[in-house]
């Protein structure tokens, strides 16, 4: 890839792809997966960085559902500035798998939008 084809201001590189890059609201999707599958301590030069959403997976739905809304904002709100956080949706979808729906909005403004993220253990 070649950086002069890079159009938005805000990108990086796609996860795995050594040879492409993830722009706008792709890179916003793609930060907000980092943040929530990233247990907090295991980046040695941001400890706080993450969220700890694996502390909760083997509690009952209605239990878990408010403890990692809590988990989610805290840390989407910490570590993403460039979103405001609409709401946010958490279904279990197997035993040990949560999917979570994050509706954001630019925090420049514009339109909402929707990231979905499944969590595994």
Known sequence: MDVTEIQSSEWSMALGQF?????????VDQCLRIIIRTPKGSDPHR???GCDIWQHLDKPINQVRPLVI???IDALSMWEPRIMLLRIEVEAADLHWLNFKIVWQPAAGGEPRQTEVFYRE
């Open 19 to 27: 040879d492409r890059v993830v722009e706008a609201f792709a890179d």
């Open 47 to 49: 400890p706080l960085f």
């Open 70 to 72: 809590r988990e989610l």
